[in-house]
């Protein structure tokens, strides 16, 4: 696959906050008190780097809406990721976004959140990682939603084995610096390495299950609001692998302040023990 990605941002809808202000992903809330003088928040008109993803580019990319009026592209407030035919991986703050199942629906099928063949799916269940916000807030940051039918798309693989990785691809409808857009955008983010994550974020970064990705030193290439828990990939044998999930960052896209994304790898067996239980 060439290698050129893009990518996104964008906020949750019931978040907006924003943009503005929180630099921190987490659905629009807290954290303004840590957040650094610079991180403004004020996204530069061309973000994160990305461009617009081809249909069949990540099958398994999904939205997840807000059941009800609106469409999707109205609706929709983070992303993620099928895994298997009747379960998608998202993130724990997005999950925490709703108050149960009947409030999300799932979106699939295409890019394009304005596409006549999306496909809207009711969530029956939603499982959030007993160990989210532990041992340090935002660790595990991860959820799986069980859907009422199967949706007819490619699953990826969930990672096995926590690496370091050349490059990193990233996608979701988030913000863009100048909106968000109803098409998907993607982009190739480098992979950082714990110590120099941990030096970036002091005391924010649990190792064990957040990974971080970013140009420490340019900027200009992330993920951002509104593309929580959405995917970031790497190249496997068979294809795409599943190496993360969309979960914070200061602001977005901005030299010395990577994205962080939850660390699949590292809780791979307890989502297995879900998916067991939902079997
Ligand atoms: C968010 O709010 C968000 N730059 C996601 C990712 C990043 C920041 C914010 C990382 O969904």
Redesign the pocket.
Known sequence: MDKKRKRL????AG?VAGLGA???????IAANADEPADAKGDFEAKV?GGEPAEEGQYPWLVALGYTGEGTPFERQF?GGSVITETVVIT?AHCAEAVAGPDEVVVFSGSVDLESDDLVETAVADIHIAHDYNEPIDRANDWALLLLDEPVDVEPIDVGTEPEEFDALETAGW?ETGSGSASVAEWVEVPFVSDDDCEAAYPDEIDAATMLCA?DLENGGV????????GPIMAPGEDGQILVGI????????EAG????YAEVADFNSAIDDVLEDWS
């Open positions: 941002i964008r906020i949750g978040a929180v630099a921190l992903a987490w659905t629009g994160i983070c993130a988030g970013g992330d993920s951002c609001q509104g593309d929580s828990g969309v979960s914070w960052g200061y602001g977005c896209a302040n990577p994205g962080v």
